[in-house]
């Protein structure tokens, strides 16, 4: 399958045109000339580097690896059809059926945006952050920020890297973040039991297992589950500990979960969270641009 470059490079443009900031949770600022959104607002979305995505909308530079043009999908905001058409533009065939979902519909993507009071986020079955909103990077860091390759729950709990702008959802008593572990472990033995041949899984798996001893002795127990309703208590540098009830919402057609965040009104954790909604999405805007990552292996 060969590429088509121009074609390529209008697709993306267009895609980038028709959005606004409003529709991925960014602020417009001011001085905006620009239709659409920046191409520093897409870079930052997509994990890749303002330059290259310059080249790509000129038909040039090296031609994006799978897991890149999926998650220029996600940060356009395309559906299935429009991912399928950038796949084919790209000279690579979109994702077979079988594999773990990864593109976000917007539907999900509009029902994100509705949620902007309360932090939310949008996961695979293996546990990637594929799309999330303003209030969860200000609860949880800026996801943007994250290294494409990282952005994995199960890395990050599993596999820390204190080069990760995130702040650990994880400072709760030792039998709670235990039992957390044990549930993340549980959903991807599930997981790889419904996607057996998923690339992505399988890489996923074995730099778990060679990386951390916990999760060994977890997948050892055979234990199989899903994301579940919990509480969890996230330490913030400015508003402190905040207790918080975690629902998960599936997405059946697309083996997705969405994870959200809330407190009960009146308490201290939603005095909490109200703050955050002030404070604490006033940096997100990008300023600089992400690191090139346009090479990414699964």
């Known amino acids: 399958m060969s590429a088509n470059r121009s074609e390529l490079a209008a697709h993306l443009r267009r895609a980038r045109e028709r959005l606004q900031p409003a529709d991925v949770g960014l602020p417009a600022g001011l001085r905006r000339r620009t239709p659409g959104l920046r191409r520093e607002e897409v870079a930052m979305l997509a994990g890749i580097s303002v330059d290259y995505l310059v ?12 897991q890149v043009l ?6 356009l905001q395309l559906d299935h059809a429009e991912r399928d058409a950038l796949f084919h533009l790209a000279g690579t065939a979109p994702p077979a059926p079988g594999a773990i979902p990864m593109h976000v519909r917007p539907s999900v993507l509009r029902l994100l945006d509705r949620l902007g009071d309360l932090p939310a986020i949008v996961v695979s079955a ?14 949880l860091g800026d996801w943007s920020a994250v290294r494409l390759e990282r952005r994995n729950l199960n890395r990050i709990r599993f596999l820390p890297d204190p080069t990760d702008p ?9 039998a709670e973040r235990r039992d957390m572990a044990r549930n993340a472990v549980a959903g991807l033995r599930s997981a790889a039991a419904r996607y057996p041949e998923d690339p992505g899984l399988t890489t996923l798996l074995a730099d778990l ?9 977890l997948w050892e127990t055979g234990e199989v589950g899903g994301w579940r309703n919990q509480t969890k208590t996230v330490r913030h540098p400015t508003v402190g500990a905040i207790t918080l009830d975690c629902d998960t919402l599936h997405v059946p057609d697309d083996d997705q979960t969405v994870i959200v965040y809330s407190a009960a009104p009146g308490t201290p954790a939603a005095d909490a969270l109200a703050l955050l909604r002030v404070v604490g999405t006033q940096d997100l805007e990008p300023t600089t641009a ?5 090479e990414i292996s699964k």
Do not use: I, Y
């Open 55 to 66: 080249r790509l909308e000129q038909g040039r530079g090296p031609l994006p690896s799978t």
């Open 70 to 75: 999926g998650s220029l999908a996600r940060a």
């Open 126 to 139: 293996k546990g990637d952050a594929l799309a999330w909103n303003a209030m969860s990077s200000a609860l």
């Open 166 to 174: 995130l702040r650990s959802e994880f400072g709760r008593s030792d």
């Open 209 to 217: 297992r060679a990386g951390s001893p916990e999760f060994v002795e």
């Open 290 to 294: 992400p690191n090139d990552r346009q």
